[in-house]
């Protein structure tokens, strides 16, 4: 077999291949006479017709199946011999199949672009300081103090008639919303809690409810807040049968010393909001980080002009519209219940997958420029990592991922660490805040 390959774009290529008769007349002939046992001619037994018959009757549709499965069989050893990646299956061009005479086929198919990466080094930079914003440390504090808050009993002697905010109500709710079926048991329900409602608006629903109607039955009638239920739902009326069958009372723990130390974290509570204070600023500074060298890709972009091939912009869409489907699935949704369909949303993400594209390839063009790669030893080193920080036996994990394909993933993911960080480190880096948004203007994409 003799093979060729020319570039005729920067993404996509044209194989030529030419592979003697004396290798595939054999072929032909079995595939004839394979046809020839199981055609139903009239005139002739099953497996009697006469060659020339044969050839006359199917020899085209043989010739052109025989075509095909020399395409495949062929087609990888082609690139191969001419060290070419394809991204994609071949699209044949041309090819001839006549008895006597070499079978040739052309067929175009697409490959990565070729990148020289230059101007590199020394590329300008602004990474913004790392800030703590109070709200979130007041979050963290009050995460903690849900994690230590108790559920008890009401207390004997309770003097108060209706339930009120602290009150925790299990509950069993069986109704419609519309005419839509809803069900369920054991629910909780958190008296001036609003997330993570079972049916949004119960809990304000039950406002009124008496701490003497615990073990009865009450029926609700309710519309919930549109801008918390599926778009599908929204404006229905919920008629709700609720069995009332406990009532327990939150004691929630002061922000005191005590509450430091039942968290393990701090001897004080002092203690305690620096530890937060500076996770939330570590936390800051890795996404000033992330945002620094994100914007020194674009910007190595706008140095390395070069075309994607279209198949891996398709595959990378692809893969953000599956996740997004994912995410949706778990919270028992679908993209209809946020407004979009697949083609808007693939529309929508198509840029930035365009850029994840074409970022890859460039910092991968760098590594290879740079010799970068990872040692099996770190990588190693890495696996046990990870299965310390996660608690997971390093050899089940490892087979988990390898079955997976994340193995190649995490490889890869610490390869471009290390082409970021070498990138980083030859920038001309500025401490400086994120500018203020104008006045009016809308967010967009821009990653610049």
Not at 223 to 232: A, G
Not at 277 to 284: G, S
Not at 319 to 342: C, F, H, P, W, Y
Request: charged share 35%; glycine share 6%; net charge negative.
């Amino acid at each position: 077999m003799q093979s060729s390959i020319e570039r005729i774009s920067p993404v996509e290529c044209r194989v030529q291949v030419e592979i003697p008769w004396t290798d595939i007349s054999g072929r032909l002939q079995e595939k004839l006479r394979d046809v020839g046992r199981r055609a139903r001619v009239p005139g002739f037994r099953p497996g009697k017709v006469p060659g020339n018959v044969l050839e006359r009757m199917f020899g085209k549709s043989v010739r052109q199946e025989l075509a095909r499965d020399l395409v495949q069989e062929t087609f990888q050893t082609a690139v191969a011999q001419n060290s070419v990646i394809p991204l994609t299956q071949p699209v044949l061009e041309s090819s001839t199949l006549e008895s006597g005479s070499p079978f040739r086929y052309a067929a175009r198919f697409e490959v990565p672009p070729q990148i020289e990466p230059k101007d590199y080094a020394g590329v300008p930079v602004r990474r913004r300081p790392a800030v703590v914003d109070a709200a979130k440390v007041t979050a963290e504090l009050e995460r903690r103090r849900e994690q230590l808050t108790e559920l008890r009993p009401l207390a004997e002697g309770e003097t108060r008639e209706l339930t009120a905010e602290g009150d925790v109500w299990t509950v069993d709710v069986e109704g419609t919303i519309g005419e839509t079926r809803v069900s369920r048991k054991d629910v909780r329900v958190d008296i001036g809690v609003e997330k993570s409602e079972f049916v949004p608006g119960l809990a304000a629903a039950l406002a009124d409810t008496k701490l003497a109607d615990v073990g009865k039955l009450r029926t609700l009638r309710f519309v919930p807040p549109e801008d918390r239920m599926r778009q599908d739902l929204r404006g229905q009326e919920a008629v709700l049968g609720v069995g009332l069958r406990e009532l327990r009372v939150k004691h929630v723990p002061a922000l005191d010393d005590d509450f430091a130390r039942d968290t393990g974290e701090g001897e004080s509570l002092a203690e305690l909001e620096a530890k937060i204070t500076e996770k939330i600023r570590q936390d800051d500074a890795d996404e000033a980080e992330r945002d620094a060298r994100r914007r020194l890709v674009a910007t190595l972009l706008e140095r390395n002009p070069f075309e994607a091939a279209p198949s891996m912009i398709a595959r990378e869409v692809s893969a953000q519209v599956d996740a997004t489907k994912r995410q949706l699935s778990q919270q028992g949704m679908k993209l209809a219940n946020i407004g979009t369909t697949e083609a808007d949303l693939a529309r929508r993400i198509r840029p930035q997958a365009l850029f994840n594209v074409k970022a890859y390839l460039l910092l991968d063009a760098i590594g290879k420029a740079e010799s970068i790669e990872v040692s099996d030893e770190d990588f190693e080193a890495e696996l046990v990592k990870m299965a310390e920080e996660g608690g997971q036996n390093l050899a089940r994990m490892r087979a988990q991922m390898e079955k997976s394909g994340q193995l190649v993933l995490v490889r890869a993911q610490m390869r471009e660490e290390r082409i970021l960080d070498l990138l980083m480190s030859k920038a001309e880096v500025t401490e400086a805040a994120d500018p203020e948004p104008e006045a009016g203007a809308e967010g967009d994409d821009d990653i610049a």
